[in-house]
């Protein structure tokens, strides 16, 4: 591995330390009272490591949801074999497991700033999460399962709609509930209703 590639390999891994770090003390504390400094020193970097990477701790917030792609790709990676309906319902399964481990106030705290952000666009179809969603529904359409009253995209845009709101409520009620149980029980309901 050249000089070039292995610099790259160390930054993608000091980025990955800082945003396990965070989330790790987030969990603990909750973000707003975890400074930079606690930040770096969980995750063995300098301050000026951190500061290569996020501008802030609110940049650090809104790139960290970023991960949650990178996340679920990686997750679903192994699953190319699996159906479908199991690949989508891994994905939902890991979106829910993914929130619950930032905890409630970390996802409050980042949806806080989308609402206060007029640029924020609600679901880039560049995303992986939009993506993969939307594959699993293109195959369930033409293997004749999705009825074609729904376009695959339509249908993925209503889930993601739906299931972000179903977070907003798990937020709302303080984390009060487990997420997965409550976004599988509504999937479930889906299944039936998007069915041919």
């Not at 990955?16 to 987030?26: F, G, K, N, Q, Y």
């Not at 399962?145 to 009620?173: E, K």
Request: net charge neutral.
């Amino acid at each position: 591995m050249d000089y070039q590639a292995r610099r790259q390999v160390q930054a993608q891994h000091t980025r990955r330390a800082i945003l396990e770090a965070a989330v790790t003390l987030s969990r603990q504390r909750g973000f707003a009272k975890v400074t930079i400094r606690d930040i770096c020193q969980t995750a063995g970097v300098t301050t000026g490591a951190f500061y290569h990477h996020f501008a802030s701790k609110e940049d650090l917030l809104n790139q960290g949801f970023n991960s949650l792609d990178a996340y679920l790709e990686e997750a679903l990676n192994g699953m190319a074999d699996r159906s479908p309906m199991e690949r989508l319902e891994a994905l939902l399964r890991l979106y829910a497991q993914y929130m619950e481990e930032l905890g409630w106030e970390t996802t409050a705290l980042y949806y806080g700033r989308r609402l206060a952000d007029p640029e924020a666009a609600s679901m880039s179809p560049n995303r992986y999460t939009l993506r993969a969603m939307g594959e699993c529904l293109d195959s369930l359409a033409k293997a004749g399962i999705l009825s074609p009253s729904f376009s695959p995209q339509w249908t993925a845009d209503f889930f993601f709609r739906h299931f972000r709101g179903t977070v907003i409520d798990w937020i709302l009620h303080r984390g009060g509930y487990p997420l997965w149980p409550k976004l599988r029980q509504d999937y479930e309901l889906f299944q039936g209703a998007f069915r041919s």
